[in-house]
């Protein structure tokens, strides 16, 4: 008779529930083929061995992680963007190895709208009072060819559906939709690539734009220009002035404010309004506080930083790249400068933004306007804020361990929490190449 051993049995059930429980933190592992991805607490997009110590993954196409869930409940028509902002924080997360639209709609009450073509990797579902948003993402499709491409072209896409959507829930959720895709992007598998593609960032050396919201703010670089002798092109001299730093903040209302200083909701009557120049969408912004104040850029829903042409120096003359009205060249002083865009439509601000149709601002002085199409030189960078060694740190949007590693040396055991459901969770197995996101927090 064989000997009984109940503890063996036990051991082996613990080491099957090791090896499939979702792991509490978030992890960045290769994914064989397809790139580096980081995983958030309890997502997962292949196996990872017993307690999840596997570093590298293989992706199976037809496998429990298939599919993706994201369920936003609780959702209110005639809402505003406060209440909207919360109930999507506790928006649900779960992975399946089949499309679970059958179960989504016997639990959820939901049906498939179809909203996304199949090729973009993920449908959006509602239910009949729009109190529940679900989506549903197909990794089959994301996993093929370039997953970074693809997921920037997803989260685009989810962004422009969901800014379609804000009238459904009122009049005041400007800006809800990139509070969704915000939250998809905590909890779903991404290329490491992509950890800034829910402010739709992207940065070449032709070209840089980012969507403003509450998580990301400013650095505004001012210069002041002498004009020596105006008749005489190149007769001119400039001083750099300060730096200022702004921040922002949404209203219950979804209206983007810069953090308070002056009392500029009852204050906004007495404050004179943008200068315009003739083709009537192009704002001087002669403070910092004009980003809110003018009556164009306080009616318009969502804002971006845009940098197109940046001269190469301020002497030679010689033909550039197209800007926002014509051809920009090296002895114009204005050329260059970096632009806030502000339009009511998400999709001309995206796909478009050097489009007539967004409404224009850059900082200057209006005596110095030789040109009604050009601006003064302001360069103005995103910022984000994150916790090194319990001190709030604000650095450059699309700063990396590397980067800042080399600015602020962090030490050869430095651990890194990010926020994930109201707590900070590790992060592990962290690159040179990892991103940081708002809010992070460095220890050493």
Same mark, same amino acid.
């Given at each position: 008779?064989?000997?009984?051993?109940?503890?063996? +049995?036990?051991l082996v059930c613990l080491s099957i529930?090791?090896?499939?429980?979702?792991?509490?933190?978030y992890r960045i592992k290769l994914v064989k083929d397809r790139g580096i991805f980081i995983l958030p607490p309890h997502a997962k997009i292949a196996h990872e061995g017993l307690f999840c110590s596997r570093k590298e993954l293989t992706w199976r196409e037809h496998s429990r992680f298939s599919y993706q869930y994201i369920i936003f409940s609780g959702l209110r028509?005639?809402?505003? &963007? #406060? &209440?909207?902002?919360?109930?999507?924080k506790k928006a649900e997360y779960f992975f399946s190895s089949t499309d679970a639209t059958i179960f989504l709609e016997n639990k959820y009450n939901i049906y498939d709208k179809g909203v996304l073509t199949p090729? /973009?990797?993920? /449908?959006? +579902?509602? @239910?009949?009072d729009s109190s529940v948003i679900a989506l549903i993402i197909d990794n089959t499709v994301l996993m093929k060819g370039d997953p970074v491409a693809n997921f920037n072209i997803l989260s685009i896409d989810l962004l422009l559906r969901f800014a379609g959507l804000e009238h459904v829930y009122g009049a005041g959720v400007s800006g809800f939709s990139q509070v969704l895709l915000e939250k998809i992007f905590e909890l779903i598998p991404h290329p490491q690539q992509n950890a800034l593609s829910?402010?739709?960032? @992207? *940065?070449?050396?032709?070209? *840089?734009?980012?969507?403003?919201?509450? $998580?990301? #703010?400013?650095?505004? =670089?001012?210069?002041?220009?002498?004009?020596? /002798?105006?008749n005489l092109p190149g007769n001119w001299n400039y001083?750099?002035?300060?730096q200022d730093y702004i921040s922002?903040? $949404? @209203?219950? =209302?979804?209206?983007?404010?810069q953090s308070p200083f002056i009392d500029f909701e009852h204050g906004e009557d007495q404050m004179p309004d943008n200068k315009k120049d003739r083709d009537g969408k192009t704002i001087l912004l002669t403070s910092s506080a004009d980003i809110q104040l003018g009556n164009n850029t306080r009616s318009l829903a969502y804002v971006? +930083?845009?940098? =197109?042409?940046?001269? /190469?120096?301020? #002497?030679?003359?010689?033909?550039?790249?197209?800007?926002?009205?014509?051809?920009?060249?090296?002895? =114009?002083?204005?050329?260059g400068n970096s632009m806030l865009l502000f339009n009511n439509n998400m999709n001309t601000l995206i796909t478009d933004p050097t489009s007539p149709d967004n409404t224009r601002a850059g900082f200057g002085n209006d005596t110095l306007l030789l040109d009604p199409n050009q601006f003064a030189r302001r360069l103005i960078t995103p910022a984000i804020p994150i916790w090194l060694n319990g001190q709030l740190l604000p650095v450059k949007l699309g700063s990396t361990v590397d980067m800042q590693d080399q600015q602020t040396p962090l030490g050869s055991n430095f651990k890194i929490q990010r926020w994930h459901n109201g707590k900070y969770r590790k992060l592990k197995y962290y690159t040179p190449d990892t991103y940081f996101l708002p809010g992070d927090k460095v220890n050493n």
């Open positions: 008779m064989i000997k009984q051993r109940p503890w063996l +049995l036990v529930f090791a090896s499939t429980s979702a792991q509490p933190n028509k005639n809402s505003n &963007y #406060a &209440y909207l902002s919360e109930k999507a090729h /973009r990797g993920a /449908r959006i +579902l509602f @239910s009949n829910q402010f739709i960032w @992207s *940065s070449s050396t032709g070209k *840089s734009f980012v969507l403003l919201n509450p $998580r990301i #703010a400013l650095f505004v =670089d001012h210069q002041t220009f002498f004009i020596l /002798r105006p001083n750099l002035g300060q922002f903040y $949404r @209203s219950a =209302d979804g209206q983007l404010k971006a +930083l845009y940098q =197109d042409y940046m001269k /190469r120096n301020t #002497a030679t003359s010689s033909t550039g790249s197209n800007d926002l009205t014509h051809k920009a060249k090296d002895k =114009d002083l204005y050329i």
